[in-house]
Structures are given as structure tokens and as C-alpha cells.
């Protein structure tokens, strides 16, 4: 499983050329969010890693019965997810949520005719194993029958408390900008498809698909979308109980209108003197 330090270098950073203007008179496309769901949470009391997952189920594949080291917030994003504990059963849906207490024993799977998409995140503490076989007792990062699309590991996040888990998935269309802004808490975030130029502390960091990289507690940053197609983000949030997830920093101030040079005086050709 991948792990990212903060402001690491971003998984091979390269710095780009800046993208090309605006059209004069136009603004770039903004941001267009796809989800958004939100969790209560509580921290692990010691140190912990916070660790995000994007994971696939096929048509008929299932997780059998298994615990997590640690409390676990999933979405459905496409598809539906069958999900049973303490002999009750569950059916949720796209856009439907789930929290897992640690050590909560429970199995779930998809009947649905096409692939389920989970997004996941786990908050495990450091050293802890991920998902338990409850039937053999066998240790492992997941459950049987997960292909994962995506995956990465924040080392100890510097997290508020008392907390709240928001995830996000967004679209960036081409040309797309997000304005400076900052976070309240730790912002990681996993890109599954495009291209992206993050400028953050000064620099400008080139950011791919299956990249990852966090955007720390108030520090001001942008985005843009440099590639030819649409960005998606998958983003999961630390920030403090009730904050919003983002607020707007202020932007650079557009360059001052030179003022038009004053013409050049006419001067009348000298005189040819007569013989």
C-alpha cells in the first residue's frame, strides 16, 4: 500500500509550464461535485494512519465474514452493496453510507448486474492489521473478492478533535480551475483519472492518475486541470466537528492596466538652406 509524507514530492513531482489563459472575458470551467457525504468520528486514542481506498466488487463477488482494525466510513458510489451483521441485512445503494465501528464483525457483497464502487476510509492505528478473516483469523490489507482501483496511506495525520470524515468525489473539466483555498484539517486525496497542476507552498506540483498527495491544514493552494480530460478527485477530509471543508483564500490581485505611452512629439524636418 502506497505511503505519502506531507508536501512529500508528491509521487515523482515535476513542475509544469503554466497553463495557457483564459479567453479573454471567459472564466475558467469550475469544479463540479459529485458526492459529498460526511461522518461523526472518533480517533483512534493513540497514533494512527489514515487510510483511503477506492475499491471495485463484480457482479456475484462478496466479502466474507471479517472485521477491521480500525473505524471504517464507506460510500457507494455506482451500483448497490449488500451488507450483514448480528443477522441483519442491509441493502444500500449509490450515495448511501456506512460507519463500522472497529472490530465489528460483518460480511457484505454485491447482487447487483453491474460493479460496485466503494469509496473507503479507514482510520487504523499505527501497526494494526486492516481487515481480519473472523473465520480463519488470518490477517490481510482487505476482504477476499475486493479489486482495488485506488489506494493510499497518510502516516499519523495532524488531525483535529473532536473530528468529522468527509469524503468527496469531484470533477475538474478541461481548463477547469479551483481558486486558492485552504482546509481546516488534513485534505487526502487519491486522482483516478487526468491530469493535474497542484500549486501549493510555492511551487507547482504535476499530479497524475493513481497519484496521491495531501493538502495540509491551512495551507493556501490551487488547483487546475492541465490535461485533455476531465479530472476526477476522490478526497477524504479530517476537519473539525461541523467546519466546512474548504474556505476560499484570497486570490492574487490581477495585474495593474499599464497606462498607454503619451505619443511622440512631431517634429517639422530641418530645412535645406538655399545656394
Do not use: C
Amino acid at each position: 500500500m502506497k505511503r505519502l509524507s506531507v508536501l512529500a514530492p508528491i509521487l515523482a513531482v515535476a513542475i509544469l509550464a503554466l497553463p495557457a489563459p483564459a479567453t479573454f472575458g471567459q472564466q475558467p470551467p469550475a469544479p463540479v461535485p459529485v458526492l459529498e457525504k460526511r461522518f461523526p468520528a472518533t480517533a483512534p486514542s493513540g497514533p494512527y494512519d489514515m487510510v483511503l481506498l477506492v475499491l471495485d466488487l463484480a457482479p456475484g463477488a462478496t466479502f466474507p465474514s471479517h472485521a477491521h482494525g480500525g473505524p471504517v466510513f464507506l460510500t457507494v458510489t455506482d451500483g448497490t452493496l449488500w451488507e450483514r451483521s448480528g443477522g441483519q441485512e442491509t441493502v444500500l445503494r449509490t450515495g448511501d453510507t456506512l460507519a463500522e465501528e472497529s472490530g465489528r464483525v460483518h460480511e457484505a457483497g454485491n447482487n447487483g448486474p453491474g460493479t460496485t464502487r466503494l469509496v473507503v476510509t479507514v482510520l487504523l492505528p499505527t501497526g494494526s492489521v486492516l481487515t481480519t478473516d473472523t473465520q480463519t483469523g488470518v490477517g490481510q490489507e482487505l476482504p477476499v473478492g475486493a479489486t482495488v482501483a485506488a489506494q493510499a496511506i497518510l502516516p499519523t495525520p495532524q488531525a483535529p478533535e473532536p473530528l468529522d470524515v468527509v469524503q468527496r468525489v469531484t470533477d475538474l473539466p478541461v481548463g477547469g480551475v479551483v481558486p486558492l483555498h485552504t482546509h481546516p484539517g488534513p485534505n487526502f486525496n487519491l486522482l483516478l483519472q487526468g491530469q493535474l497542476r497542484i500549486d501549493m507552498g510555492g511551487m507547482a506540483h504535476a499530479v497524475t492518475a493513481n497519484d496521491s498527495w495531501v493538502e495540509p491544514a491551512n495551507l493556501v493552494h490551487g488547483v487546475s486541470n492541465t490535461g485533455s480530460t476531465t479530472v476526477r478527485v476522490v478526497g477524504s477530509a479530517l476537519v473539525p466537528r461541523g467546519a466546512p471543508v474548504a474556505t476560499p483564500a484570497q486570490q492574487p490581485a490581477a495585474p495593474a492596466a499599464q497606462p498607454a505611452p503619451a505619443p511622440k512629439p512631431v517634429v517639422a524636418p530641418a530645412q535645406v538652406p538655399a545656394r
